[in-house]
T-cell receptor
Framework: EAQVTQNPRYLITVTGKKLTVTCSQNMNHEYMSWYRQDPGLGLRQIYYSMNVEVTDKGDVPEGYKVSRKEKRNFPLILESPSPNQTSLYFC???????????FGPGTRLTVT | EDQVTQSPEALRLQEGESSSLNCSYTVSGLRGLFWYRQDPGKGPEFLFTLYSAGEEKEKERLKATLTKKESFLHITAPKPEDSATYLCAVHYPYSSASKIIFGSGTRLSIRP
C-alpha cells in the first residue's frame, strides 16, 4: 500500500529536549516536505527536499532542521524545542513539486 | 504579499444542494494549484492539480476550475460523506526556488 508514515503520532516533551520526528514514504517520490498546521494559520511549509541531499527552507524554518540522506526518509529535527513549536506536523511526498502530495497521518507535538 | 484566500470559511448545505468553494490567489507565475480534502484528525488527501487558466478536472461530485486569479471547487448534489475541510494550495516560483502556500480552508458540512 502506497503510504507516508510518521512517528511518533503523539509526543509530549519539555523545552530544550532534542527530538526527531521520522517520515518515510514507499512510493519512490523525489519531493518531500514538512508542514505545521495551527488553528487560524493553516498549513505552513517548514522545509522541503527536491531529492536526496537537496533541501531548502519553506515559510517557517526557524528552530527546525532536516536531512535527506535516503530517498525514502525525511526526518524533522527540533534541536531545542520551545512551546511555540507546539503544533500538528505533517510530512508529505510527491513525484515532483508540481504534483499533488501524499500526506502522512500527522504528529501532534506538545512542548511544555 | 503572496496570498491564498479561501471563501467561505464555513458552509452548511442540505444533502443534494449544489454549491461552490472559492480559492483566490495573488502570486505571480503560478506553476500549479492543488485542491485537498481534510477530515478531522487526518492528513490532507489530494484531489486535483490545475496548471493553467481554463483547465478543469472532475472526480465524482467534485469539479475544479481555474482562472488567472482564482479557482472554484464545485460540488454537485453533495452527500453527507462530502463533509470535510477543503484546502487549496498554490505552487509558484520564489527567489531561486519555489514555494507552496495553503489557504486556511473551507469547512463544508452536508446535512442529511
Amino acid at each position: 500500500e502506497a503510504q507516508v508514515t510518521q512517528n511518533p503520532r503523539y509526543l509530549i516533551t519539555v523545552t530544550g529536549k532534542k527530538l526527531t520526528v521520522t517520515c518515510s514514504q514507499n512510493m519512490n517520490h523525489e519531493y518531500m516536505s514538512w508542514y505545521r498546521q495551527d488553528p487560524g494559520l493553516g498549513l505552513r511549509q517548514i522545509y522541503y527536499s527536491m531529492n536526496v541531499e537537496v533541501t531548502d527552507k519553506g515559510d517557517v524554518p526557524e528552530g527546525y532542521k532536516v536531512s535527506r540522506k535516503e530517498k525514502r526518509n525525511f526526518p524533522l529535527i527540533l534541536e531545542s524545542p520551545s512551546p511555540n513549536q507546539t503544533s500538528l506536523y505533517f510530512c508529505a511526498s510527491s513525484l515532483s513539486d508540481r504534483q499533488g502530495q501524499y500526506f502522512g497521518p500527522g504528529t501532534r507535538l506538545t512542548v511544555t | 504579499e503572496d496570498q491564498v484566500t479561501q471563501s467561505p470559511e464555513a458552509l452548511r448545505l442540505q444533502e443534494g444542494e449544489s454549491s461552490s468553494l472559492n480559492c483566490s490567489y495573488t502570486v505571480s507565475g503560478l506553476r500549479g494549484l492543488f485542491w485537498y480534502r481534510q477530515d478531522p484528525g487526518k492528513g490532507p488527501e489530494f484531489l486535483f492539480t490545475l496548471y493553467s487558466a481554463g483547465e478543469e478536472k472532475e472526480k465524482e461530485r467534485l469539479k475544479a476550475t481555474l482562472t488567472k486569479k482564482e479557482s472554484f471547487l464545485h460540488i454537485t448534489a453533495p452527500k453527507p460523506e462530502d463533509s470535510a475541510t477543503y484546502l487549496c494550495a498554490v505552487h509558484y516560483p520564489y527567489s531561486s526556488a519555489s514555494k507552496i502556500i495553503f489557504g486556511s480552508g473551507t469547512r463544508l458540512s452536508i446535512r442529511p
